[in-house]
């Protein structure tokens, strides 16, 4: 597997289990275990073994496949609905399963819903009904064996794998091939699996290196592990009380997160980054902020397609450094994302893209103020909000309020103009588009949303007629008093709303 395939994994893909479930947290002044780090083991199932059973027993498509056949390789995909990243890929996999099939190839389509999202099977069931001209392969779902477990215990824990979409490549001799991601990133996008492809016909004809795929993959473990230890010093480190063993604990786990390769320049200064934290908190100020500077030249130097990613980047970790030079810890939000744009600060520039409803705005006007929401149309909180800030609309528009609905949808953002001409009356304020030309995820996504630490929508700003944001969080605490102060420039700053997610808001992640 690609390192960089598998980073974007980690990023963007859905987590089956999330490693963060186990981070410890300790409570001030009380005295905590030290936490115990253990050393990398090889994972019970790597390319190279003798592939587990096939024990799924409920099939809902084609012929069940009880055993391997010596006269076959497989492609078993465990994946997940209604997952993106998983539903991608079905065309791809259904292509190659009728490319190769003559040639001895089954693939078969695992789902693991039950360990999600409970129990409910008749989701999956009628996806796959409804598309069997689209995924023509066996599909089967995770059903539990009381003696055997499950296929994702005995195939995908037992590998280490903790994200959807995952592949395993069985050969004719029945021992696992390879292990990876389906799908590959080219130029920061997921695209059609070239490489599984080669990979499949080097299989089946015989000359696959299965050493060279089992020391990859095992390479790509240890940088999870390392990952996984990342995560749980930042978890750790965001309490700022955080002090004795408690703390030398967590510098300990963020020593051993740096330790060994990297898979670029960026990976390496966001591994940096938190231990440059936890050196500032153990009192080693110049140390720290020597630290921060390498992770700021790691980012500027960074090779990436996303140039304007790596400046943006550079710029939250600048702010880092300054305040380690100033004596204190940086504010960051619960995921240790820096925060960089709060209440009182001067709005960002407006980089929207396409506009598909009313006049575009690209500047502040200093005789208006300015309500900027973010939403999606996947976002169900975000829909049912959207009568309470169109009455905001009508009511204030001839006051100089400018409501804008910033769409922020993600990969796919054509089923915003459809639904915003469906809403019709219902939505008549301003609607933009994000700018993806210079981010994946949208321009005004970054600096906007990821510069506030806000990390879920709906989220909302309330600009002033001084071009300052009067006013940040979720649209549904904003009052129309807190409104007219604004419009009468008598708004307050310390008012704002704290930068922490409704618990009933939709990760922007999603998409």
């Known amino acids: 597997m690609k390192s960089t395939a598998a980073l974007l994994a980690a990023l963007f893909l859905a987590p089956i289990a999330?490693?963060?479930?186990?981070?410890?947290?300790?409570?001030?002044?009380?005295?905590?275990?030290?936490?115990q780090i253990r050393e990398w083991t090889e994972p019970r199932l790597k390319p190279g073994d003798l592939a587990p059973q096939l024990i799924a027993t409920d099939w809902i498509q084609g012929e069940p496949v009880a055993e391997f056949a010596t006269d076959k390789a497989y492609l078993v995909e465990f994946w997940a609905t209604p997952l993106w990243t998983c539903d991608d890929n079905v065309p791809h996999l259904n292509s190659l399963f009728h490319k190769f099939k003559e040639k001895g190839l089954m693939v078969i389509g695992q789902h693991v819903q039950a360990k999600l999202a409970g129990d409910d099977q008749t989701t999956p069931k009628a996806v796959v009904t409804k598309a069997t001209?689209?995924?023509?392969?066996?599909?089967?779902?995770d059903t539990a064996n009381p003696k055997q477990g499950t296929m994702m215990d005995t195939w995908m824990s037992a590998a280490g794998q903790i994200c959807l979409p995952s592949a395993f490549l069985v050969g004719k001799d029945g021992r696992i091939a390879w292990i990876g991601n389906p799908a590959e990133v080219i130029e920061g996008k997921m695209a059609y699996p070239?490489?599984?492809?080669?990979?499949?016909?080097?299989?089946?004809?015989?000359?696959?290196?299965?050493?060279?795929?089992?020391?990859?993959?095992?390479?790509?473990q240890q940088l999870e592990r390392k990952g996984h230890l990342k995560s749980v010093a930042e978890g750790l480190l965001q309490d700022e009380s955080l002090s004795g063993q408690s703390l030398d604990t967590a510098y300990e786990?963020?020593?051993?997160?740096?330790?060994?390769?990297?898979?670029?320049?960026?990976?390496?200064?966001?591994?940096?980054?938190?231990?440059a934290r936890a050196t500032f908190m153990k009192g080693e100020k110049e140390k720290a902020v020597a630290l921060q500077e390498k992770v700021i030249a790691l980012m500027v130097d960074a090779k990436t397609d996303e140039a304007n990613m790596a400046t943006y980047q550079a710029t939250l970790e600048s702010a880092t450094l300054e305040s380690y030079k100033a004596g204190r810890l940086p504010a960051t939000t619960r995921q240790g994302m820096v925060i960089t744009l709060k209440a009182g600060d001067p709005a960002p520039k407006l980089n929207c893209g396409e506009w598909i409803q009313g006049k575009p705005v690209t500047e502040f006007a200093n005789d208006k103020a300015y309500l900027i929401e973010f939403w999606a149309t996947w976002c169900g909180p975000c829909v049912a909000g959207i009568p309470h800030l169109n009455a905001l609309h009508l009511k204030f528009e001839d006051k100089g309020l400018v409501v804008i609905g910033q769409n922020v949808e993600g990969k796919d953002q054509t089923p915003v103009?459809?639904?915003?001409?469906?809403?019709?009356?219902?939505?008549?304020?301003?609607?933009?588009?994000?700018n993806t030309s210079g981010f994946e995820?949208?321009?005004?996504?970054?600096?906007?949303?990821?510069?506030?630490?806000?990390?879920?929508?709906?989220?909302?700003?309330?600009?002033g007629?001084?071009?300052?944001?009067?006013?940040?969080?979720?649209?549904?605490?904003?009052?129309?008093?807190?409104i007219a102060e604004v419009l009468a420039g008598e708004g307050d700053s310390s008012k704002t709303s704290a930068a922490i997610p409704n618990p009933v808001d939709a990760s922007i992640e999603k998409r």
């Open 253 to 275: 786990i963020a020593v051993k997160a740096n330790e060994g390769g990297f898979n670029n320049d960026e990976h390496r200064a966001s591994h940096l980054a938190v231990l």
């Open 18 to 35: 999330s490693l963060q479930s186990a981070e410890p947290r300790f409570t001030p002044s009380v005295s905590a275990p030290r936490l």
């Open 465 to 482: 007629k001084d071009a300052r944001i009067a006013w940040l969080g979720h649209p549904n605490e904003l009052t129309e008093e807190m």
């Open 133 to 141: 001209a689209s995924r023509t392969y066996p599909v089967a779902l």
């Open 441 to 463: 995820q949208g321009s005004m996504r970054h600096s906007w949303l990821d510069a506030a630490g806000l990390n879920h929508i709906p989220a909302a700003f309330l600009v």
């Open 194 to 220: 070239v490489a599984l492809e080669k990979k499949i016909e080097e299989l089946l004809a015989g000359h696959f290196n299965v050493p060279k795929a089992a020391a990859e993959f095992l390479a790509e």
């Open 417 to 434: 103009k459809a639904f915003v001409e469906k809403m019709a009356d219902g939505m008549t304020y301003p609607v933009a588009l994000d």
